[in-house]
């Protein structure tokens, strides 16, 4: 079964350019998870979807950031205009709500550097 | 959630027993005990969960103390590839989602 698949890996782009992360859940998974990464610390939570809804977007800057689920299936988080700050990784993870373990599914995530 | 306090590194010898400790003294009664692992460049990774019962599956055992206010990791043999940063969570399974809350986690160092 093909795990939480992210794109790109890498991405470096000059300030105030945008930039788009794509992101495809595990089959069937219908919570899915945007959290940013700095360097040395814990995942942070961005946005999560249940299903094609935003649920919790608390966390999610939205003068600049953006995110949608189209169809509740692949995701897309866009950053424009970037900022320095903005440098970090950003993972998307998966799961299944009701399953027993709780379990989240991470991807490799995406690695942004802003110049 | 309930806060976690981690040691923010630890060393190990290959092949011996890596026990990582977690206090979570507000932990609620129905908040679950959740350890997750991130190799260098990965995302995190599950390892193993539990209530008040000691836990174990084919990476790790999970060992809660009586009064749920910390418990312990251990990997029985650690291996070189074991190197990672581990996330201790506390959190409750709700019905709308099984969100994690990431603090610092332990960086765990395998040493030949």
């Known amino acids: 079964e093909a795990g939480v698949v992210q794109s790109p890996r890498y991405k470096i782009i000059e300030k105030k350019q945008p930039v788009a992360f794509w992101c495809n859940p595990i089959?069937?998974?219908?919570?899915l998870y945007w959290y940013r990464q700095n360097l040395g610390q814990g995942p942070e939570l961005l946005i999560r979807y249940e299903n094609e809804e935003a649920v919790d977007d608390s966390q999610l800057p939205k003068d600049r950031f953006s995110a949608e689920r189209l169809k509740g299936v692949d995701s897309t988080l866009k950053i424009q205009p970037a900022e320095l700050g903005d440098s970090a990784v950003y993972l998307c993870?998966?799961?299944?709500?009701?399953?027993?373990?709780?379990?989240?599914?991470f991807g490799e995530g995406s690695r942004l550097t802003v110049l | 959630d309930a806060k976690t306090t981690q040691p923010t590194s630890m060393d190990c010898a290959e092949g011996r027993a890596a026990n990582l400790p977690c206090n979570h003294s507000t932990i609620s009664g129905n908040e679950y005990v959740y350890w997750y692992r991130q190799i260098h460049s990965q995302g995190p990774q599950y390892i193993i969960h539990g209530l008040k019962n000691n836990e174990t599956n084919e990476m790790a055992s999970l060992i809660i103390t009586e009064d749920r206010k910390s418990s312990t990791l251990i990997l029985p043999h650690a291996t070189l590839r074991d190197t990672a940063v581990y996330y201790c969570i506390v959190r409750v399974a709700t019905s709308a989602g099984n969100m994690l809350t990431f603090g610092g986690g332990t960086r765990l160092m395998v040493k030949p």
């Open positions: 993870a998966s799961s299944l709500v009701g399953a027993v373990t709780g379990e989240l599914f």
């Open positions: 089959s069937g998974h219908n919570t």
